[in-house]
Protein backbone atom coordinates (compact mmCIF):
# COMPACT_ATOMS: atom_id res chain seq x y z
CA UNK A 1 0.00 0.00 0.00
CA UNK A 2 2.98 2.43 1.13
CA UNK A 3 4.55 1.88 -2.33
CA UNK A 4 1.22 2.35 -4.06
CA UNK A 5 0.63 5.64 -2.25
CA UNK A 6 3.98 6.57 -3.14
CA UNK A 7 3.96 5.91 -6.40
CA UNK A 8 0.43 7.56 -6.73
CA UNK A 9 1.95 10.52 -4.73
CA UNK A 10 4.65 10.80 -7.13
CA UNK A 11 2.65 10.50 -9.96
CA UNK A 12 0.70 12.79 -8.71
CA UNK A 13 3.68 15.36 -8.13
CA UNK A 14 5.16 14.59 -11.03
CA UNK A 15 2.54 15.20 -13.88
CA UNK A 16 1.40 18.47 -12.43
CA UNK A 17 4.59 20.01 -13.15
CA UNK A 18 5.32 19.38 -17.46
CA UNK A 19 1.02 20.52 -17.53
CA UNK A 20 2.08 24.07 -15.37
CA UNK A 21 5.16 24.48 -17.26
CA UNK A 22 3.05 24.07 -20.66
CA UNK A 23 0.28 26.27 -19.30
CA UNK A 24 2.75 29.10 -18.32
CA UNK A 25 4.35 28.86 -22.07
CA UNK A 26 0.92 28.99 -23.47
CA UNK A 27 0.16 32.22 -21.70
CA UNK A 28 3.49 34.04 -22.32
CA UNK A 29 2.84 32.96 -25.96
CA UNK A 30 -0.99 34.10 -26.09
CA UNK A 31 0.49 37.20 -23.89
CA UNK A 32 3.23 37.97 -26.91
CA UNK A 33 0.33 37.03 -29.45
CA UNK A 34 -2.27 39.72 -28.12
CA UNK A 35 0.59 42.41 -27.98
CA UNK A 36 1.69 42.03 -31.31
CA UNK A 37 -2.72 42.05 -32.32
CA UNK A 38 -2.73 44.96 -30.21
CA UNK A 39 0.04 47.06 -31.63
CA UNK A 40 -0.82 45.87 -35.45
CA UNK A 41 -4.58 46.93 -33.93
CA UNK A 42 -3.03 50.66 -32.68
CA UNK A 43 -0.58 50.98 -35.86
CA UNK A 44 -3.40 50.07 -38.42
CA UNK A 45 -6.20 52.36 -36.50
CA UNK A 46 -3.54 55.09 -36.20
CA UNK A 47 -2.68 54.47 -40.42
CA UNK A 48 -6.13 54.08 -40.73
CA UNK A 49 -7.02 57.26 -39.09
CA UNK A 50 -4.44 59.25 -40.83
CA UNK A 51 -5.88 57.71 -44.30
CA UNK A 52 -9.38 58.40 -43.09
CA UNK A 53 -8.74 62.30 -42.06
CA UNK A 54 -6.65 62.92 -44.94
CA UNK A 55 -9.63 62.28 -47.24
CA UNK A 56 -10.93 65.49 -49.37
CA UNK A 57 -14.60 66.02 -48.45
CA UNK A 58 -16.72 65.21 -51.61
CA UNK A 59 -17.50 69.19 -52.45
CA UNK A 60 -14.27 71.74 -51.45
CA UNK A 61 -15.65 75.24 -52.39
CA UNK A 62 -12.96 77.94 -52.87
CA UNK A 63 -14.97 81.25 -52.53
CA UNK A 64 -13.65 83.81 -50.10
CA UNK A 65 -17.16 84.79 -49.24
CA UNK A 66 -17.06 85.32 -45.22
CA UNK A 67 -19.00 82.59 -44.49
CA UNK A 68 -17.17 80.46 -46.52
CA UNK A 69 -13.74 81.23 -45.61
CA UNK A 70 -15.14 80.47 -42.13
CA UNK A 71 -16.74 77.75 -42.71
CA UNK A 72 -12.71 76.53 -43.76
CA UNK A 73 -12.02 77.01 -40.04
CA UNK A 74 -8.06 77.67 -39.71
CA UNK A 75 -7.83 78.35 -43.47
CA UNK A 76 -6.65 81.60 -43.63
CA UNK A 77 -2.57 83.04 -42.97
CA UNK A 78 -2.00 82.90 -39.16
CA UNK A 79 -1.63 86.34 -37.93
CA UNK A 80 -4.34 87.57 -40.58
CA UNK A 81 -6.98 89.61 -38.60
CA UNK A 82 -10.39 88.29 -40.58
CA UNK A 83 -13.09 89.84 -37.95
CA UNK A 84 -11.85 93.17 -37.19
CA UNK A 85 -11.63 96.94 -39.01
CA UNK A 86 -9.25 96.18 -41.01
CA UNK A 87 -10.07 92.20 -42.01
CA UNK A 88 -11.98 91.11 -45.17
CA UNK A 89 -14.82 89.98 -42.79
CA UNK A 90 -15.96 93.45 -41.43
CA UNK A 91 -19.65 94.70 -42.09
CA UNK A 92 -18.86 96.49 -44.74
CA UNK A 93 -17.85 93.64 -47.42
CA UNK A 94 -19.56 90.50 -45.34
CA UNK A 95 -22.88 92.52 -46.35
CA UNK A 96 -21.83 93.10 -50.11
CA UNK A 97 -22.74 91.03 -52.70
CA UNK A 98 -20.29 88.19 -53.63
CA UNK A 99 -18.67 88.97 -57.14
CA UNK A 100 -18.79 85.79 -59.59
CA UNK A 101 -15.94 84.63 -61.08
CA UNK A 102 -18.04 84.36 -63.77
CA UNK A 103 -18.32 88.04 -64.13
CA UNK A 104 -14.41 88.32 -64.48
CA UNK A 105 -14.03 88.26 -68.04
CA UNK A 106 -11.77 90.10 -70.87
CA UNK A 107 -14.17 91.81 -73.34
CA UNK A 108 -15.60 89.60 -76.51
CA UNK A 109 -14.30 92.02 -79.24
CA UNK A 110 -11.41 94.01 -79.45
CA UNK A 111 -9.74 96.15 -82.29
CA UNK A 112 -6.90 93.06 -82.81
CA UNK A 113 -8.14 89.26 -82.20
CA UNK A 114 -6.26 86.13 -82.39
CA UNK A 115 -7.78 83.03 -82.46
CA UNK A 116 -6.90 79.11 -82.02
CA UNK A 117 -8.45 76.09 -81.72
CA UNK A 118 -6.50 73.88 -79.48
CA UNK A 119 -8.15 70.35 -79.95
CA UNK A 120 -5.80 67.66 -76.82
CA UNK A 121 -6.27 64.33 -77.85
CA UNK A 122 -4.13 60.78 -77.47
CA UNK A 123 -1.73 59.82 -79.55
CA UNK A 124 1.67 57.22 -80.18
CA UNK A 125 4.40 59.52 -80.40
CA UNK A 126 8.15 58.58 -80.81
CA UNK A 127 10.35 59.74 -78.45
CA UNK A 128 13.36 59.87 -80.99
CA UNK A 129 15.73 57.03 -79.27
CA UNK A 130 13.59 54.20 -80.29
CA UNK A 131 10.64 54.25 -77.79
CA UNK A 132 7.04 55.17 -78.81
CA UNK A 133 4.68 56.43 -76.31
CA UNK A 134 0.64 56.91 -75.89
CA UNK A 135 1.16 60.43 -75.64
CA UNK A 136 -1.10 63.18 -74.83
CA UNK A 137 -1.19 66.21 -77.65
CA UNK A 138 -2.93 69.18 -78.97
CA UNK A 139 -3.66 69.09 -82.64
CA UNK A 140 -1.75 65.73 -82.78
CA UNK A 141 2.10 67.40 -81.41
CA UNK A 142 3.64 67.36 -78.25
CA UNK A 143 4.40 70.25 -77.46
CA UNK A 144 1.57 71.51 -78.98
CA UNK A 145 1.43 74.67 -81.45
CA UNK A 146 3.10 77.85 -80.48
CA UNK A 147 0.71 80.55 -79.99
CA UNK A 148 2.31 83.84 -81.61
CA UNK A 149 0.74 86.66 -80.47
CA UNK A 150 1.04 90.28 -80.64
CA UNK A 151 0.95 92.38 -77.05
CA UNK A 152 -2.47 94.00 -76.64
CA UNK A 153 -4.40 91.14 -78.87
CA UNK A 154 -7.55 89.31 -77.76
CA UNK A 155 -6.80 85.95 -77.39
CA UNK A 156 -9.13 83.74 -77.80
CA UNK A 157 -8.49 79.87 -77.23
CA UNK A 158 -11.21 77.24 -78.24
CA UNK A 159 -10.45 74.00 -76.52
CA UNK A 160 -11.68 70.66 -77.99
CA UNK A 161 -11.24 67.59 -75.53
CA UNK A 162 -10.89 64.53 -77.46
CA UNK A 163 -8.92 62.87 -74.45
CA UNK A 164 -10.36 59.92 -72.38
CA UNK A 165 -10.40 62.05 -69.56
CA UNK A 166 -11.45 65.40 -68.41
CA UNK A 167 -9.21 68.46 -68.79
CA UNK A 168 -8.70 72.42 -68.95
CA UNK A 169 -6.26 74.99 -69.98
CA UNK A 170 -4.13 77.15 -67.75
CA UNK A 171 -1.97 80.07 -69.13
CA UNK A 172 1.11 80.09 -67.24
CA UNK A 173 2.49 83.56 -66.74
CA UNK A 174 -0.46 85.31 -68.81
CA UNK A 175 -2.27 87.93 -66.24
CA UNK A 176 -5.67 86.63 -67.57
CA UNK A 177 -8.92 87.75 -65.97
CA UNK A 178 -9.87 85.11 -63.88
CA UNK A 179 -12.46 83.13 -65.52
CA UNK A 180 -9.82 82.52 -68.21
CA UNK A 181 -7.06 80.98 -65.52
CA UNK A 182 -8.38 77.28 -66.75
CA UNK A 183 -7.81 75.85 -63.07
CA UNK A 184 -10.55 73.04 -62.62
CA UNK A 185 -12.78 72.91 -59.76
CA UNK A 186 -12.22 77.11 -59.52
CA UNK A 187 -12.22 78.89 -62.23
CA UNK A 188 -14.24 76.48 -64.41
CA UNK A 189 -15.26 72.96 -64.52
CA UNK A 190 -12.93 70.33 -66.04
CA UNK A 191 -13.63 70.16 -69.74
CA UNK A 192 -15.28 66.05 -70.29
CA UNK A 193 -14.65 63.87 -73.20
CA UNK A 194 -16.07 65.20 -76.38
CA UNK A 195 -16.61 68.73 -74.76
CA UNK A 196 -15.35 72.38 -75.24
CA UNK A 197 -14.37 75.31 -73.72
CA UNK A 198 -13.30 79.02 -74.85
CA UNK A 199 -10.84 80.93 -72.95
CA UNK A 200 -10.68 84.44 -74.08
CA UNK A 201 -7.95 86.85 -72.53
CA UNK A 202 -5.73 90.17 -73.36
CA UNK A 203 -1.92 89.53 -73.71
CA UNK A 204 -0.84 92.55 -71.20
CA UNK A 205 2.84 91.61 -71.66
CA UNK A 206 5.32 90.63 -74.04
CA UNK A 207 7.34 87.57 -72.76
CA UNK A 208 7.91 83.83 -73.30
CA UNK A 209 5.18 82.44 -71.79
CA UNK A 210 3.21 78.45 -72.08
CA UNK A 211 0.46 76.64 -71.26
CA UNK A 212 0.05 73.17 -69.63
CA UNK A 213 -4.10 71.74 -68.05
CA UNK A 214 -4.83 72.40 -64.61
CA UNK A 215 -7.12 69.07 -64.03
CA UNK A 216 -4.54 66.70 -63.01
CA UNK A 217 -1.74 68.69 -64.24
CA UNK A 218 1.09 66.10 -62.63
CA UNK A 219 -0.25 63.50 -65.01
CA UNK A 220 -1.43 65.17 -68.38
CA UNK A 221 1.11 67.84 -68.93
CA UNK A 222 3.75 65.43 -68.06
CA UNK A 223 1.88 63.08 -70.99
CA UNK A 224 2.52 65.84 -72.95
CA UNK A 225 -0.08 67.95 -72.72
CA UNK A 226 2.19 71.65 -72.94
CA UNK A 227 3.03 74.34 -75.46
CA UNK A 228 4.32 78.26 -75.60
CA UNK A 229 2.79 81.38 -76.20
CA UNK A 230 4.83 84.06 -77.16
CA UNK A 231 3.65 87.69 -77.17
CA UNK A 232 5.33 90.20 -79.39
CA UNK A 233 5.98 93.39 -78.10
CA UNK A 234 4.55 96.39 -79.80
CA UNK A 235 7.88 98.02 -79.68
CA UNK A 236 10.24 95.30 -79.52
CA UNK A 237 13.69 96.68 -77.30
CA UNK A 238 16.12 94.56 -79.40
CA UNK A 239 15.90 93.39 -83.44
CA UNK A 240 16.60 89.25 -83.05
CA UNK A 241 17.45 87.35 -86.41
CA UNK A 242 16.51 84.37 -85.27
CA UNK A 243 14.03 83.85 -82.83
CA UNK A 244 13.56 80.44 -81.73
CA UNK A 245 12.33 78.11 -78.96
CA UNK A 246 12.71 75.54 -76.86
CA UNK A 247 10.64 73.80 -74.36
CA UNK A 248 12.56 71.25 -72.35
CA UNK A 249 10.43 68.18 -70.95
CA UNK A 250 10.74 64.85 -69.35
CA UNK A 251 8.96 62.11 -70.13
CA UNK A 252 8.66 59.58 -67.05
CA UNK A 253 8.04 56.33 -66.90
CA UNK A 254 7.17 54.44 -63.53
CA UNK A 255 6.33 56.60 -60.45
CA UNK A 256 8.44 58.25 -57.35
CA UNK A 257 9.90 54.35 -56.29
CA UNK A 258 10.82 53.06 -59.68
CA UNK A 259 11.57 56.31 -61.84
CA UNK A 260 12.92 56.68 -65.36
CA UNK A 261 13.14 59.53 -67.69
CA UNK A 262 13.82 60.38 -71.10
CA UNK A 263 15.22 64.27 -71.66
CA UNK A 264 13.01 65.84 -74.52
CA UNK A 265 13.70 69.35 -76.64
CA UNK A 266 10.61 70.31 -78.58
CA UNK A 267 9.50 66.75 -78.23
CA UNK A 268 12.19 64.31 -79.15
CA UNK A 269 15.65 62.54 -77.26
CA UNK A 270 17.41 63.82 -80.75
CA UNK A 271 19.88 66.74 -81.22
CA UNK A 272 18.24 69.54 -82.16
CA UNK A 273 19.63 71.99 -85.38
CA UNK A 274 18.84 75.67 -85.52
CA UNK A 275 20.27 77.72 -88.66
CA UNK A 276 22.28 80.52 -88.13
CA UNK A 277 24.96 81.86 -90.21
CA UNK A 278 27.91 84.07 -88.56
CA UNK A 279 27.06 87.91 -87.57
CA UNK A 280 23.17 86.79 -86.92
CA UNK A 281 21.43 87.40 -83.36
CA UNK A 282 19.65 84.99 -81.74
CA UNK A 283 17.21 84.75 -79.35
CA UNK A 284 16.45 81.33 -77.29
CA UNK A 285 13.33 80.99 -75.59
CA UNK A 286 13.77 78.10 -73.36
CA UNK A 287 10.58 77.09 -71.43
CA UNK A 288 10.89 73.99 -68.52
CA UNK A 289 8.05 72.26 -69.05
CA UNK A 290 8.70 69.67 -66.48
CA UNK A 291 8.80 69.46 -62.65
CA UNK A 292 12.33 68.95 -61.87
CA UNK A 293 15.44 71.66 -62.64
CA UNK A 294 16.89 71.78 -65.85
CA UNK A 295 20.46 72.72 -66.11
CA UNK A 296 21.74 74.31 -69.15
CA UNK A 297 24.42 76.12 -70.64
CA UNK A 298 25.82 77.66 -74.19
CA UNK A 299 29.24 77.12 -75.34
CA UNK A 300 30.54 79.04 -78.55
CA UNK A 301 29.79 82.16 -78.05
CA UNK A 302 29.19 84.63 -75.19
CA UNK A 303 25.37 84.98 -74.25
CA UNK A 304 23.25 87.03 -72.16
CA UNK A 305 19.88 86.28 -70.24
CA UNK A 306 17.76 88.93 -71.57
CA UNK A 307 14.12 87.90 -69.61
CA UNK A 308 12.97 85.81 -66.69
CA UNK A 309 9.74 84.50 -67.24
CA UNK A 310 8.85 86.94 -70.21
CA UNK A 311 10.21 89.89 -68.30
CA UNK A 312 12.96 91.89 -69.88
CA UNK A 313 16.23 92.53 -67.53
CA UNK A 314 18.04 95.57 -67.50
CA UNK A 315 21.61 95.74 -69.27
CA UNK A 316 22.44 91.79 -68.90
CA UNK A 317 26.08 91.29 -68.86
CA UNK A 318 27.69 88.90 -71.12
CA UNK A 319 28.36 85.27 -69.56
CA UNK A 320 30.33 82.74 -70.82
CA UNK A 321 29.60 79.03 -70.19
CA UNK A 322 28.05 79.98 -67.07
CA UNK A 323 25.10 76.78 -65.79
CA UNK A 324 21.47 78.14 -66.18
CA UNK A 325 19.32 76.66 -63.69
CA UNK A 326 15.43 76.83 -65.21
CA UNK A 327 12.86 75.72 -62.53
CA UNK A 328 9.44 73.85 -63.12
CA UNK A 329 7.64 76.56 -65.02
CA UNK A 330 10.05 78.95 -65.70
CA UNK A 331 11.07 80.62 -68.91
CA UNK A 332 14.63 81.82 -69.73
CA UNK A 333 15.45 84.25 -73.03
CA UNK A 334 19.43 84.05 -73.89
CA UNK A 335 20.60 86.53 -76.78
CA UNK A 336 24.24 86.10 -78.71
CA UNK A 337 25.65 86.67 -81.82
CA UNK A 338 26.82 83.74 -84.04
CA UNK A 339 30.71 84.03 -83.77
CA UNK A 340 32.51 83.97 -86.86
CA UNK A 341 33.71 80.49 -87.26
CA UNK A 342 32.00 77.25 -85.27
CA UNK A 343 28.82 76.67 -84.09
CA UNK A 344 27.01 77.70 -80.76
CA UNK A 345 25.74 74.16 -78.51
CA UNK A 346 23.50 74.13 -75.93
CA UNK A 347 24.44 71.38 -73.45
CA UNK A 348 22.07 69.86 -70.79
CA UNK A 349 23.64 68.78 -67.66
CA UNK A 350 20.99 66.26 -65.02
CA UNK A 351 21.11 65.49 -61.17
CA UNK A 352 20.98 61.97 -62.14
CA UNK A 353 24.86 62.73 -63.25
CA UNK A 354 25.19 65.71 -60.18
CA UNK A 355 25.03 68.33 -62.59
CA UNK A 356 27.83 67.19 -65.29
CA UNK A 357 27.39 68.22 -68.27
CA UNK A 358 26.50 65.44 -71.11
CA UNK A 359 29.08 64.62 -73.53
CA UNK A 360 27.45 65.63 -77.08
CA UNK A 361 25.07 68.93 -77.39
CA UNK A 362 21.18 68.30 -77.07
CA UNK A 363 20.83 71.69 -79.74
CA UNK A 364 23.37 72.84 -82.25
CA UNK A 365 23.11 76.72 -83.17
CA UNK A 366 24.74 77.07 -86.63
CA UNK A 367 26.42 74.24 -88.78
CA UNK A 368 27.21 70.63 -86.92
CA UNK A 369 29.74 69.62 -88.41
CA UNK A 370 32.35 72.17 -87.34
CA UNK A 371 34.12 71.83 -83.98
CA UNK A 372 31.92 71.61 -80.92
CA UNK A 373 32.83 73.31 -77.76
CA UNK A 374 32.38 71.50 -73.96
CA UNK A 375 31.13 74.01 -71.79
CA UNK A 376 34.25 75.00 -69.42
CA UNK A 377 34.08 72.77 -65.66
CA UNK A 378 33.40 74.88 -62.28
CA UNK A 379 31.16 77.18 -63.27
CA UNK A 380 29.27 79.13 -61.06
CA UNK A 381 25.76 78.72 -61.45
CA UNK A 382 23.44 81.86 -62.86
CA UNK A 383 22.08 83.91 -59.88
CA UNK A 384 19.81 86.88 -60.95
CA UNK A 385 20.65 88.45 -57.69
CA UNK A 386 23.19 90.64 -58.79
CA UNK A 387 23.04 90.57 -62.69
CA UNK A 388 22.24 93.74 -65.21
CA UNK A 389 21.94 96.92 -63.58
CA UNK A 390 19.50 98.62 -61.28
CA UNK A 391 16.46 100.53 -62.89
CA UNK A 392 13.49 102.29 -61.28
CA UNK A 393 10.84 100.05 -60.34
CA UNK A 394 7.40 100.02 -58.70
CA UNK A 395 7.98 97.75 -56.17
CA UNK A 396 11.47 97.53 -54.27
CA UNK A 397 12.40 96.84 -50.56
CA UNK A 398 11.08 100.20 -49.72
CA UNK A 399 7.91 99.99 -50.66
CA UNK A 400 4.26 100.08 -48.26
CA UNK A 401 3.83 96.27 -47.87
CA UNK A 402 0.21 95.81 -46.57
CA UNK A 403 1.10 92.70 -45.23
CA UNK A 404 4.05 90.17 -44.85
CA UNK A 405 3.87 86.32 -44.16
CA UNK A 406 6.03 83.57 -44.26
CA UNK A 407 5.72 80.80 -46.78
CA UNK A 408 7.74 77.87 -44.85
CA UNK A 409 8.01 74.97 -47.76
CA UNK A 410 8.43 71.57 -46.10
CA UNK A 411 7.65 67.86 -46.42
CA UNK A 412 6.98 64.52 -44.55
CA UNK A 413 5.79 61.02 -45.41
CA UNK A 414 1.85 60.63 -45.24
CA UNK A 415 -1.42 60.45 -46.73
CA UNK A 416 -2.61 62.87 -48.98
CA UNK A 417 -6.31 62.64 -49.98
CA UNK A 418 -5.82 58.47 -49.14
CA UNK A 419 -2.35 58.71 -51.17
CA UNK A 420 0.73 57.58 -49.29
CA UNK A 421 3.79 58.93 -50.23
CA UNK A 422 6.00 62.11 -49.35
CA UNK A 423 3.82 64.88 -48.65
CA UNK A 424 5.09 68.46 -49.75
CA UNK A 425 3.96 71.03 -47.38
CA UNK A 426 3.45 74.94 -46.69
CA UNK A 427 3.61 75.46 -43.82
CA UNK A 428 2.64 71.90 -42.15
CA UNK A 429 0.03 71.21 -43.99
CA UNK A 430 -1.22 69.99 -47.83
CA UNK A 431 -3.56 71.58 -49.81
CA UNK A 432 -6.21 72.08 -48.99
CA UNK A 433 -5.69 72.55 -45.49
CA UNK A 434 -2.94 75.40 -46.17
CA UNK A 435 -3.40 78.38 -45.11
CA UNK A 436 -4.87 81.16 -47.60
CA UNK A 437 -3.44 84.85 -48.30
CA UNK A 438 -6.27 87.18 -48.77
CA UNK A 439 -5.42 90.74 -50.25
CA UNK A 440 -7.16 93.43 -51.53
CA UNK A 441 -6.89 95.62 -54.37
CA UNK A 442 -3.98 97.94 -54.43
CA UNK A 443 -2.12 96.30 -51.51
CA UNK A 444 1.46 95.37 -51.81
CA UNK A 445 1.92 92.09 -50.16
CA UNK A 446 5.06 90.32 -49.35
CA UNK A 447 5.79 86.76 -49.35
CA UNK A 448 8.88 85.12 -47.64
CA UNK A 449 9.45 81.83 -48.83
CA UNK A 450 11.65 79.65 -47.06
CA UNK A 451 12.58 75.81 -48.53
CA UNK A 452 13.28 73.69 -45.35
CA UNK A 453 14.13 70.84 -47.72
CA UNK A 454 17.03 69.52 -50.02
CA UNK A 455 15.24 70.02 -52.93
CA UNK A 456 13.91 72.50 -55.61
CA UNK A 457 11.18 74.15 -55.50
CA UNK A 458 9.75 76.75 -58.13
CA UNK A 459 6.46 78.94 -56.53
CA UNK A 460 4.58 80.04 -58.82
CA UNK A 461 1.78 82.77 -58.32
CA UNK A 462 -1.37 82.64 -60.98
CA UNK A 463 -2.85 85.79 -61.82
CA UNK A 464 -0.15 88.36 -61.31
CA UNK A 465 3.93 88.83 -61.82
CA UNK A 466 6.65 89.62 -58.82
CA UNK A 467 9.19 91.15 -57.47
CA UNK A 468 12.12 89.33 -56.48
CA UNK A 469 13.20 91.62 -53.02
CA UNK A 470 16.30 89.38 -51.57
CA UNK A 471 17.53 85.93 -51.67
CA UNK A 472 19.22 84.56 -48.50
CA UNK A 473 18.60 87.89 -46.86
CA UNK A 474 20.28 90.56 -48.84
CA UNK A 475 18.24 92.56 -51.35
CA UNK A 476 19.29 92.13 -55.11
CA UNK A 477 22.04 94.58 -56.39
CA UNK A 478 21.58 94.13 -60.00
CA UNK A 479 18.20 94.17 -62.25
CA UNK A 480 15.11 94.35 -61.09
CA UNK A 481 13.86 90.63 -61.15
CA UNK A 482 10.33 89.87 -62.53
CA UNK A 483 8.61 87.00 -62.26
CA UNK A 484 5.42 84.60 -62.03
CA UNK A 485 7.55 81.78 -60.85
CA UNK A 486 10.62 81.39 -58.29
CA UNK A 487 12.99 78.78 -58.11
CA UNK A 488 13.52 78.26 -54.55
CA UNK A 489 16.67 76.12 -54.35
CA UNK A 490 17.57 73.57 -51.33
CA UNK A 491 17.93 75.58 -48.05
CA UNK A 492 17.35 79.20 -49.95
CA UNK A 493 14.67 81.75 -49.11
CA UNK A 494 13.31 84.79 -51.06
CA UNK A 495 11.62 87.90 -50.30
CA UNK A 496 9.07 88.16 -52.98
CA UNK A 497 6.13 91.05 -53.11
CA UNK A 498 3.56 91.87 -55.45
CA UNK A 499 0.49 94.01 -56.19
CA UNK A 500 -2.60 93.39 -55.89
CA UNK A 501 -3.92 93.73 -59.53
CA UNK A 502 -6.01 91.29 -60.67
CA UNK A 503 -9.29 90.18 -58.33
CA UNK A 504 -10.15 86.42 -57.96
CA UNK A 505 -9.30 83.52 -56.76
CA UNK A 506 -5.82 82.31 -57.62
CA UNK A 507 -3.26 79.42 -56.92
CA UNK A 508 -0.24 79.83 -55.70
CA UNK A 509 1.83 76.50 -55.75
CA UNK A 510 5.15 74.58 -56.62
CA UNK A 511 5.41 73.77 -60.18
CA UNK A 512 7.20 70.46 -59.80
CA UNK A 513 3.79 68.67 -60.91
CA UNK A 514 4.61 65.87 -58.09
CA UNK A 515 5.06 68.35 -55.23
CA UNK A 516 1.42 70.23 -56.29
CA UNK A 517 0.04 67.12 -56.67
CA UNK A 518 1.45 65.81 -53.14
CA UNK A 519 0.10 69.13 -51.12
CA UNK A 520 2.01 72.15 -52.09
CA UNK A 521 -0.33 74.39 -52.92
CA UNK A 522 -2.38 77.48 -51.37
CA UNK A 523 -4.40 80.30 -52.28
CA UNK A 524 -4.76 84.07 -52.75
CA UNK A 525 -7.60 85.34 -52.53
CA UNK A 526 -9.60 88.74 -52.87
CA UNK A 527 -12.09 89.63 -50.29
CA UNK A 528 -15.87 88.44 -51.12
CA UNK A 529 -15.61 86.91 -53.96
CA UNK A 530 -17.62 83.69 -54.97
CA UNK A 531 -17.35 80.58 -57.30
CA UNK A 532 -19.95 78.37 -58.31
CA UNK A 533 -17.28 75.28 -58.83
CA UNK A 534 -16.03 72.82 -56.70
CA UNK A 535 -12.89 70.60 -56.52
CA UNK A 536 -12.67 67.08 -54.79
CA UNK A 537 -15.02 63.53 -56.35
CA UNK A 538 -19.13 65.26 -56.45
CA UNK A 539 -17.35 67.65 -58.99
CA UNK A 540 -14.40 65.72 -60.34
CA UNK A 541 -12.45 68.39 -60.62
CA UNK A 542 -8.74 67.99 -59.28
CA UNK A 543 -6.51 70.81 -60.23
CA UNK A 544 -3.19 69.22 -59.85
CU1 LIG B 1 1.85 76.48 -64.67
CU2 LIG B 1 -0.72 76.53 -61.54
O1 LIG B 1 0.54 76.49 -63.10
CU1 LIG C 1 8.37 71.69 -54.94
Redo the contacts with the bound molecule.
Keep these: MKTQERIVEERVQITPVPRRKGRRVRKFFSRIFLGILLIFLMVGATVGLAYWTSLWPDTINMSSTCANMKAMNGMQMDGMDMSGSDGMCNSGSSSQKPISIDSLRAPTTAAHMATFTLTAGVKRLPLGQGETVEAYTYNGTSPGPTLHVRQGDLVVVHLINKLPVSTAI ?1 W ?1 GIRVPNSADG ?1 AGLTQDAVKPGQSYTYRFVAQDAGTY ?1 Y ?1 P ?1 QH ?1 YEQAEKGLYGLVIIDPTTPPVHDDIDASLSVHEWTFGDFRNFRHVELINGTARQQQIQASAGQWVRLRIANTSSNLKLLTLTGASFTVVALDGHDLNAPSPLRDTPVPIGG ?1 QRYDLRFQMPKSGAVSLFRASLDTKWAFEKAPAVVIGQDNVQIMPPAKGTKWFDFSGYGQPAPTPITPQSHFAATYTITLNGHLGFMNGRFGPLHTINGQTFPNTPTIVVKPGDVTRLRIVNETTEYHPM ?1 L ?1 GHTFTVLSRNGHALTGSPVILDTVLVQPHESYEIAFLADNPGLW ?1 E ?1 C ?1 NFFH ?1 YMGMDMMVVYPNISTPYNVGNSSGNF ?1 D
Design positions: HHVWHHSGHHMHHAP
